[in-house]
């Protein structure tokens, strides 16, 4: 029943990939109990997993479906803490991820070409300063500063720090890789002031002609 209701809900026939046979989940995209969501089998069982974060961090949400339609901000965590409501940030970004993919396909490990790489990184932050331009909501809540020391703890997880000599920096942010399906990434960017998580949002990202660009970001603001 759960996860029927998780597929009338939370996946949306607009947005799910038509056709593919498995996508490739990143070994930092887990579920509460910490495994890696791609041992479960196929993204009706990540859902289910993903229910269980929902459950245990969000007061009025039971799964993805409620929790992607709380208006970004409204969400109530049973604390009050910083680090839980950037938990409850990240929950979100991986359901609106997981709502791109049809529930019957199977989830696998990422492959040696599955890495966030510097193009990326730039290609993000660059992203984040033409939404900081034209948007006056993404300028008060983007970090976008263009220069930065890039480093990566592996291939699916890398940091960009603000080169402002302080231990840590005053602003970095974060990129980690959620979800991969052809020529496509999704990244889940975390903002952080001095190593603390604050925003946290997501990207998608689509390699193209030798390069790649930013073709969607959640949460839209308006």
Known sequence: MLAAA????????SATFAGPQSVRLGQHFRDVAGYQMHGFGN???????QSLG???????????RDLLAIPQGKEHGYDTLRETYAVI?????????????DPGVLTTPTEAT??????????????????????ED??????????????C???ERCRLERPDGKKPPEQSVGFELVL???????IRVIQMIYGRSGFVYGVRWREAGGGGEVVAVFPELQ
């Open 114 to 135: 599955d890495l966030i790489t510097p193009a990326m990184i730039r290609g993000i932050m660059a992203n984040a300063r033409n939404l900081s331009a034209a948007n």
């Open 89 to 101: 940030q990240s929950i979100k970004v991986e359901c609106w991820v997981m709502s791109h993919v």
């Open 138 to 151: 993404w300028a008060k809540t983007l970090l976008d500063f263009s220069d930065g020391e890039i480093a």
């Open 54 to 64: 929902v459950e245990a961090f969000v007061r009025e949400a039971r799964d993805c």
């Open 153 to 155: 703890r592996d291939k």
């Open 43 to 49: 993204v009706a069982t990540v859902l289910e997993r």
């Open 180 to 186: 991969a399906r052809g020529d496509e990434r999704f």
């Open 6 to 13: 998780m597929v009338a809900g939370c996946i949306s026939a």
